[in-house]
């Protein structure tokens, strides 16, 4: 065993449920996620440690109330936001407050009140173009609170007297006494890097430089468990050869069966770990009418791709799966600031590279998805509604448009379509839906 090797049969069970939870939570404090998430961590914090570095190539730190998981990252994300209390993901203006915020947490003390946070974050933030805190707009108030909401529920900042809830009706009549957790706030936002000296968002990806045969096959198993526990579904088509060949091998399902203790369902086209524990931020099939519209187009997909009777959804080629990226980084980069000396090493010019893919050279040409047309899926959404008519609210029936908006966001955010110009490229995974016979709870409709 490579893996839990000091841990006893009768503990595995827990060790294996600390191991998810803090590959869910890389940010565990006292009350967060909840009172008993850092007695299990620091339970088997020695294991925990050894296992993250060998197995992920993370590492575990452990300073007072606070365990930080910090991660290696392969590839930028946009499907992990920030969320409000309400679920609303975050935009700009909310992430800007709430970096600001840490920015004043970190030189303020032990405590401080609502008022003065906000007096000192709208400081910083009027001095920055284009976005400004002012406590008498309800607009600029509501972002500051939805950041301070965020770090409130992480125990990063804990209510000691009066409400936040006040302030954000009237700043004049209302105000709140916050205890700061200062171990919370270094461990939350501590970059490898000075950010002044980045170059390029790239800069902060942690890749190893070691030319060593051993390293390297190392550094690709690594790869190969983060890429699965990161991410809905692995296709071998997404990834480098090198890695590609850790998923196809045997010791993988053994090792994240060991840690996790969930199974590995491997497929020709690729691997995904079955979250029999119910350990993922967020599941599908899920509840709610987002996540039954996603099931039933899943179906609608798969059945028009594989209808034998129908005209054939036409193929395209699968766009090179780094285009994704260098769009998302050029857009970063473009936030950059500029007229900032760069060392040397930090070469504008540089990019992320993505590696070969695990297809042989020739095969690019092969690689071509059906395409579901938006026409397809609105009409495809639109009979939903009238199949299924009482079990969504009349907000959906009234805006049919951002019920599939979401319901594909949430299937491409599971690896199961695309998204492409002009509709989606139904992926591998759709196909698990293909015959399946959706049942949807009826409810009254006004």
């Not at 203790?261 to 119910?278: H, K, P, Q, S």
């Not at 857009?331 to 950059?336: R, S, Y």
């Not at 504008?348 to 047309?373: H, V």
């Not at 609105?378 to 008519?389: D, K, P, V």
Request: aromatic share 6%; proline share 5%.
């Amino acid at each position: 065993m490579r893996f839990a090797a000091d841990v006893s049969d009768l503990e595995l069970a827990d060790y294996q449920r600390a191991v998810r939870l803090v590959l869910r939570h890389p940010l565990i404090t006292t009350t967060w996620p909840d009172e008993k998430a850092l007695p299990r961590v620091r339970r088997f914090a020695a294991e925990l440690r050894r296992d993250l570095a060998e197995a992920f190539g993370y590492r575990l730190e452990l300073h007072g109330g606070t365990a930080r998981l910090v991660r290696t990252t392969d590839q930028l994300v946009v499907d992990r936001p920030a969320e409000s209390r309400t679920g609303r993901p975050f935009d700009r203006r909310r992430y800007a407050y709430l970096t600001l915020c840490l920015a004043t947490l970190g030189r303020a003390g032990i405590q401080i009140t609502l008022s003065e946070l906000a007096g000192a974050v709208a400081a910083d933030a009027n001095r920055i173009a284009g976005l400004g805190l002012d406590p008498d707009t309800a607009a600029d108030r509501r972002a500051f609170v939805d950041a301070v909401a965020w770090l409130e529920d992480r125990g990063v900042l804990r209510l000691a007297d009066g409400s936040s809830a006040a302030w954000a009706s009237d700043p004049g009549a209302g105000e709140a006494l916050y205890d700061v957790a200062r171990d919370a706030v270094f461990a939350l936002f501590r970059p490898p890097r000075v950010l002044q000296h980045l170059a390029s968002v790239t800069a902060l990806l942690e890749r190893s430089l070691s030319s060593s045969g051993n390293a390297e096959r190392r550094a690709a198993a690594q790869a190969a468990r983060r890429a699965v526990v990161e991410r809905p579904v692995v296709y071998y088509d997404d990834v480098a050869a090198e890695i590609g060949n850790h998923l196809r091998g045997q010791a993988l399902p053994a090792d994240l069966a060991r840690l996790t203790g969930l199974r590995l369902e491997r497929r020709a086209e690729g691997v995904l770990l079955v979250d029999t524990a119910g350990w993922s931020a967020e599941r599908f099939p899920g509840t709610g009418s987002v996540a039954q519209a996603a099931v039933l187009l899943a179906v609608a997909i798969a059945e028009r791709v594989a209808d034998p009777d129908g005209r054939r959804a036409r193929r395209i080629p699968v766009p090179e799966p780094g285009e994704a990226q260098e769009k998302l980084i050029s857009q970063i980069d473009a936030g950059l600031p500029t007229g900032v000396p760069l060392p040397a090493e930090d070469d504008p010019a540089r990019r992320f590279e993505t590696g070969e893919t695990g297809e042989a050279d020739g095969d690019a040409d092969q690689r071509r998805l059906p395409l579901i047309t938006e026409s397809f899926l609105r009409e495809a959404t639109a009979e939903i509604l009238r199949t299924y008519g009482s079990a969504f609210g009349a907000a959906w029936h009234a805006d049919p448009e951002r019920l599939r908006t979401e319901a594909v966001g949430l299937l491409t955010r599971f690896g199961a379509v695309l998204d492409v110009p002009g509709g989606v490229l139904a992926r591998p995974l759709i196909g698990r839906y293909r015959s399946t016979v959706a049942q949807v709870k009826q409810r009254t409709l006004f």
